[in-house]
Structure formats: structure tokens, C-alpha cells
């Protein structure tokens, strides 16, 4: 199924120049990796402590700058010679532990429904273990959608511009997240088909 992660090669091109001076000058995957985390949780930090409406608008920023971060990141990490065990698990945790911290302070917020906000994060999780778990019983790494990691950053990216700009909060987006939340259960049910296919496949 169609997912914005499927643009993520010509995002790569636009920041490809950018890799190679950071490398140049000693930057590593893993520092990167972990700037975006801090960046998240200083985020959701600022979204927890700040009640006016405008704050919000930090979203779209952020997560443009942490999707930019987790580029730059793997580009270091596999044209540039700095892969590793510990990078891989850092990715991985740190995805997860961004997401949390970054999306979570939204169900403290006025402007959101508590309910779907948890259990969308709850579910963001486990979208991503399921994607890992492909490589575990022998597929690779599932990045299958419709709802994956770029999906929801586009998702509440916008959510901050709309909300941020003054649009108002109410049922419209009470039913939205919890559309989400359909879509994410889709996403976990497709990485492992799509998981189970591929094994079978190479079986075969």
C-alpha cells in the first residue's frame, strides 16, 4: 500500500550534499540519531509545559527537521562506512522513544482527545516491532504501510499546522485519530503478511 516513505530515496538526493559535508567533518550516525531523539523530547517537552495554541506549530518544524535527522543518519551510516551493531539498535530505539516522547504531551493538551492519541502511540510501537520482527524470522526489514513512521509524521505535522494556525478542535478530530489508529492496526496486520510472504517466497 502507498505510504509517504516510499518518497524517502528522492528526500535522500536533496540531503546527500549535506551527508557528505557532515562526514567530512567527523559527524557521526549515531550522534545524529541521537540529536533527533533529544530534539523530540525537548519538543514534547516544550508541548507539555506551553498551553497556548501556537505552540503547536513546533510540530511541522520538528518533525521535518527529525525525518531530515533520520536521513542524514542512515545515509552516514551506509555510504560512509559508519554501520553498526549499536547504530542499528540506537535507530530503532530511538524511533520508538522519539515518537513517545514527542506525541505523547498531546493527550495533556486541551486540543486533543486523550483515548486515540495513547493508543495511536501505543500502536506506532508496535508497527515498528512488527517491521524489526520481519528481519528476526528471516524477511527483511518491513517498512510497509499505510501508516508508518513518515506517514505519522506527515499526519500530526499537519495536525500542529492546522491546530497551530487557530483552526478549532472538536469531533472532526476525535474520529481522525481514531482513524489513524485503524490505519496503524492495518499497517501491523500488512508488515507481517508482507514479512510471511517474502519467506515463503524465498522458499519457494
Known amino acids: 500500500m502507498a505510504s509517504i516513505y516510499q518518497l524517502k530515496p528522492k528526500f535522500q538526493a536533496l540531503l546527500r550534499p549535506i551527508v557528505r559535508g557532515l562526514a567530512r567533518a567527523g559527524v557521526t550516525a549515531n550522534q545524529v540519531t541521537i540529536a533527533a531523539l533529544l ?3 525537548a519538543a514534547g517537552a516544550l508541548l507539555l509545559l506551553r498551553p497556548e ?13 527529525r525525518m ?3 536521513a542524514i543518519d542512515g545515509m552516514l551510516a551506509r555510504e560512509h562506512a559508519q554501520a553498526s551493531k549499536l547504530g542499528a539498535i540506537l535507530n530503532e530505539l530511538g524511533d520508538v522513544l522519539a515518537d513517545a516522547a514527542l506525541y505523547l504531551p498531546l493527550a495533556l493538551r486541551a486540543e486533543f482527545p486523550p483515548a486515540p492519541v495513547v493508543v495511536l502511540v501505543v ?5 515498528e516491532m512488527t517491521g524489526v520482527i520481519g ?3 528471516g524477511a ?3 517498512y510497509d504501510g499505510p501508516f508508518g513512521k513518515s506517514d505519522r509524521a506527515f499526519a500530526f505535522g499537519a495536525l500542529g499546522l492546522v491546530l ?3 483552526a ?3 469531533e472532526w478530530l476525535t474520529w481522525l485519530l481514531w482513524i489513524l489508529v485503524a490505519l496503524s492496526a492495518v499497517t501491523i496486520v500488512n508488515r507481517a503478511r508482507r514479512a510471511l510472504d517474502e519467506i515463503s517466497q524465498g522458499s519457494a
Open 39 to 41: 530534539l523530540s523530547c
Open 53 to 65: 495554541r501556537s505552540v503547536l506549530l513546533v510540530l511541522p518544524i520538528v518533525l521535518f527537521v
Open 68 to 70: 531530515a535527522l533520520n
Open 123 to 127: 500502536l506506532a510501537i508496535i508497527v
Open 135 to 137: 528481519v528476526q524470522v
Open 140 to 142: 527483511s526489514r518491513r
Open 164 to 166: 497551530g494556525l487557530g
Open 168 to 170: 478549532p478542535s472538536g
